[in-house]
């Protein structure tokens, strides 16, 4: 057996090495509280180290009068004070359209094209139309010729009937002749006369007829003209 004051020493050495640890422990959790608190309280204490406030900058200015205009934020539609309608002078097929609502046109602007091909065949109706016209007045200028020359004929031919017939008249009245050779040179002139009037008639007609052909020939040239300008702005773009 140990001797019992080896063991009571051994034990006397454990007891105050378990005292000293105890108590290092404890002071150093005083001083870690303490340090926490001087720093806690160094904090407070010194306000320059805090952080200082960004500066606000202000504006002077002098007292005015001055109106204050109200804005107002609204849905709706607009409705102009005018409005016009565009119609096209010429009907045909809207091609492409060059403007979109809204937008700012000025006078003379074109707004759409038109397909060209409508107005391309119209364009030669009218001018087979003012061909045909052209060849009508060719025809009645030249009915209007004979015609003329058909009255200077008949009157050329009633003036031998008419001298025939004063003559018999007068040697019927002499009782040289019978009544039937004064009758027949009567008949004769008479014949001739009516003749006259006749082409005189015709003459009449075919003035007119030549008057009717011009108007016409006119009224295609017109309608020609119209049909070259809508050719050219169905073209235009």
Avoid: Y
């Amino acid at each position: 057996m140990r001797p019992r004051g080896t063991i009571n020493s051994i034990s006397t050495r454990l007891t105050r090495r378990g005292v000293q640890a105890a108590l290092l422990g404890i002071l150093c959790t005083v001083v870690a509280s303490g340090v926490a608190c001087s720093r806690e309280g160094k904090a407070t204490a010194d306000p320059k180290r805090q952080k200082a406030p960004s500066p606000v900058r202000i504006t002077a200015a002098a007292v005015e009068a001055r109106d204050v205009q109200r804005m107002v934020e609204l849905v709706g539609t607009l409705r102009p004070e005018e409005e016009v309608t565009v119609a096209n002078e010429n009907p045909g097929i809207i091609q492409r359209v060059l403007v979109d609502l809204g937008d700012r046109v000025s006078a003379g602007q074109l707004l759409v094209q038109l397909d060209p091909r409508d107005a391309r065949f119209t364009l030669e109706q009218v001018e087979a139309n003012l061909a045909a016209s052209g060849k009508a007045l060719g025809r009645a200028r030249a009915t209007l010729a004979a015609s003329h020359a058909n009255v200077a004929r008949a009157r050329a031919i009633l003036e031998n009937p008419r001298v025939n017939r004063r003559r018999f008249e007068e040697l019927f009245a002499e009782g040289a002749v019978a009544a039937s050779q004064r009758d027949a040179a009567v008949t004769e002139a008479e014949v001739a006369e009516a003749s006259l009037r006749s082409a005189e008639t015709q003459l009449e007609s075919d003035r007119e007829g030549v008057v009717v052909t011009e108007a016409s020939v006119a009224q295609a040239e017109a309608a020609l003209a119209t049909a070259r300008t809508a050719w050219w702005r169905s073209w235009r773009a």
